[in-house]
């Protein structure tokens, strides 16, 4: 039912960084709107809400599940802990409601990803009898750290991969913004916009007040958010420009400028 549902149409992804309080949103009325977690208690002061909702994170989705504001989107789930979210987490009713994407790495690898090591082990042992037996094909002798090494990356490039089909999963990347995006072209836009995606914890966390009880965010993240968000964006403008979608940082100040950047009310000039 979503695919290429707003094809050809430009799509805002909303991160909750504090920005969003200098934004403008009631521009954003007649838009095609992805939020993500809290965002919809800032749209509650403008009277309309994104027609959808990401939440990608476990603690977000238990804390989130009964609030009244989140219904009035369409919510889309993905567990990082859970190959199948639906499973042990709700009621028949919200899995009746919700929108449930499996991770992509997940549903490819979750049974190899504990056995990577032993499997570059198992190689390493074995290869020097293969190129033995298949002398023409010899090659540079390769380390068992390189084998190691180059099987990891193979699985970091899985899962770093934009998902173009989100009945095959979704890619979670490191942060719930990279699910909005493929969500926004699995419905055909042709440009997104991100908005709210600061990229900066060096003063205020999001666009709202928060209990710092409830703050989840991994404190690896919160002190380089760059350093594990750009190397995804890479990968996503590369995807995107593929297949002639365009991928902008309209977010107002921020330090995400890995991502082409617009100024957001120059979208909405005559």
């Given at each position: 039912q979503l695919k290429n549902k707003h094809k050809g149409a430009r799509i805002f992804c909303l991160g909750n960084g504090p920005s969003i309080k200098k934004t403008d949103l009631s521009l954003l009325k007649n838009e095609i709107v992805i939020?993500?977690?809290?965002?919809?208690?800032?749209?509650?002061?403008?009277?309309?809400?994104?027609?959808?909702?990401?939440?990608?994170?476990?603690?977000?989705?238990?804390?989130?599940?009964?609030?009244?504001?989140?219904?009035?989107?369409?919510?889309?789930?993905?567990?990082?802990?859970?190959?199948?979210?639906?499973?042990?987490?709700?009621?028949?009713?919200?899995?009746?409601?919700?929108?449930?994407?499996?991770?992509?790495?997940?549903?490819?690898?979750?049974?190899?990803?504990?056995?990577?090591p032993l499997l570059a082990n198992t190689y390493h042992a074995l290869a020097p009898i293969y190129y033995k037996i298949t002398p023409h094909k010899k090659r540079r002798p390769q380390t068992l750290a390189d084998r190691k090494a180059e099987l990891i990356r193979k699985f970091f490039a899985e899962r770093s991969k934009l998902s173009f089909d989100l009945t095959q999963g979704v890619n979670l990347g490191e942060s719930v913004i990279f699910t909005t995006i493929q969500l926004a072209a699995y419905m055909g836009a042709s440009e997104i916009y991100l908005l709210g995606v600061d990229a900066d914890y060096s003063k205020e966390k999001y666009c709202f007040k928060i209990d710092e009880s409830k703050f989840y965010t991994n404190s690896n993240f919160m002190n380089d958010p760059l350093g594990a968000i750009n190397p995804f964006f890479e990968i996503f403008k590369k995807d995107l420009a593929h297949v002639d979608k365009k991928l902008f940082n309209a977010t107002i100040g921020g330090k995400l400028d890995s991502v082409e950047r617009k100024d957001f009310y120059s979208l909405f000039e005559k």
């Open positions: 939020g993500s977690n809290h965002i919809n208690k800032i749209f509650a002061d403008y009277g309309f809400f994104p027609q959808y909702c990401c939440i990608t994170d476990r603690k977000r989705i238990l804390e989130l599940r009964g609030d009244e504001l989140l219904k009035k989107s369409t919510i889309l789930v993905a567990d990082h802990m859970n190959l199948s979210p639906q499973a042990d987490l709700f009621t028949n009713q919200e899995k009746a409601d919700y929108i449930f994407l499996l991770q992509r790495s997940k549903k490819i690898y979750s049974p190899l990803h504990p056995f990577l």
